[in-house]
């Protein structure tokens, strides 16, 4: 009930143009600390992001130089729904004057070239930026032609001289806006929801060892929403400061950046029974509940559950199509790869999406 409530508020935000859920800084801290050496010289694209709110754009502003980047590019929606309510660029020093005719109504574009103490106390922050910005000294800030939408013809082509984006896309907006990241070949680490996973492209490019996941994936994030975004259940909205958060348990970091974590195997202790791993009712493969429970010695397909992929290390398993492994070929069913719904059911009874992989390092 909870699932299908998030997710009717997830499509309801994109229709009234609310799909924009703000990453707090610490979550993005935590997962980006894992990369910084693959930032060193390259061009940063945040292009969901309105430099005014984004703690994406504060991250990558304020350790512009201990990154080494390049360059820094981030534009925005317009307008951003949480207009102002989040990261005050300009801070709240009355003596630094905001920029006059800031663009209120227009998406904005923020090209970061170069950052420098140009206030003298020492240390390089979002004032040093506002001055910058204010002298348009080897920095830019101007309003977009049109709506700040990635699609857009501007858009990709800022895109196009970007070597890694990095930001959090509108969940309802997933598949097509990795689908543009893909066409151009660009480099990239975006939270999505983990349901994207069973969609076809996504599953697809899994498949392919072109998507997997970063680091800091489950558990809790909090997201800043729009004041009059409708949270049914209490447990999963806070209001600080006056400022509205949304809690959700299931976003993931999707990523094609080389990660450490992917060439650790899995350490595995169980042995194959029968009577432990039943097999499904349309396909040759043995079921799997727990990732911990993947049998060492067993070199046949397997189906894990989605939270497979938080470990899967491309030398140790080979993720295959469930369409190969089918019993039955004459049924009708949906071309896709993941055993789920009733067509993965045992003795009758549905289980949970499955993923099917085979150990390229079975043990006797």
Not at 172 to 186: C, H, I, M, T
Request: charged share 30%.
């Amino acid at each position: 009930m909870v699932k299908t409530t998030l997710n009717n508020n997830l499509h309801k935000a994109h229709r009234a143009k609310k799909d924009e859920f703000y990453t707090q800084l610490v979550d993005i801290e935590k997962e980006l600390k894992h990369y910084k050496e693959q930032f060193r010289n390259k061009v940063v694209y945040c292009n969901c992001d309105d430099p005014f709110e984004s703690n994406f754009f504060k991250y990558f502003a304020s350790n512009f130089n201990a990154l080494g980047l390049k360059q820094l590019i981030a534009t925005s929606y317009k307008p951003s729904p949480i207009a102002n309510t989040q990261l005050s660029l300009f801070g709240d020093d009355k003596t630094l004057a905001k920029p006059k005719g800031r663009p209120k109504v227009t998406a904005n574009k923020f090209i970061i070239n170069e950052v420098s103490d140009l206030d003298g106390d020492g240390a390089f922050d979002l004032r040093d930026i506002a001055q910058q910005l204010k002298a348009n000294k080897n920095n830019e800030w101007t309003p977009l032609k049109y709506d700040g939408d990635f699609r857009s013809e501007e858009s990709v082509e800022l895109l196009k001289q970007a070597d890694i984006v990095v930001t959090n896309p509108p969940f309802s907006l997933f598949r097509e806006y990795v689908a543009q990241l893909v066409e151009y070949n660009k480099k990239f680490l975006i939270l999505g929801d983990q349901n994207a996973i069973t969609y076809k492209e996504t599953f697809k490019l899994i498949k392919e060892d072109k998507l997997w996941l970063g680091y800091d994936n489950g558990g809790t994030k909090w997201f800043q929403v729009p004041m009059d975004y409708d949270i049914p259940t209490e447990t999963r909205k806070k209001i600080v400061n006056g400022v509205k958060y949304f809690s959700m348990g299931r976003v993931v970091w999707f990523t094609n950046l080389d990660t450490v974590k992917r060439q650790q195997e899995i350490t595995l202790y169980k042995k194959y029974s029968k009577n432990e791993y039943p097999e499904y009712d349309n396909y040759e493969a043995i079921n799997v509940n727990k990732v911990s429970d993947i049998p060492m010695d067993y070199k046949d397909a397997m189906g894990v559950p989605v939270t497979f992929l938080d470990k899967y290390n491309p030398s140790q398993f080979q993720i295959i199509s469930s369409n190969d492994i089918r019993k039955n070929n004459n049924v009708p069913f949906k071309e896709h790869g993941l055993i789920k719904d009733k067509d993965g059911a045992i003795k009758g009874k549905p289980v949970y999406v499955r993923i099917v992989i085979k150990n390229k390092k079975p043990q006797k």
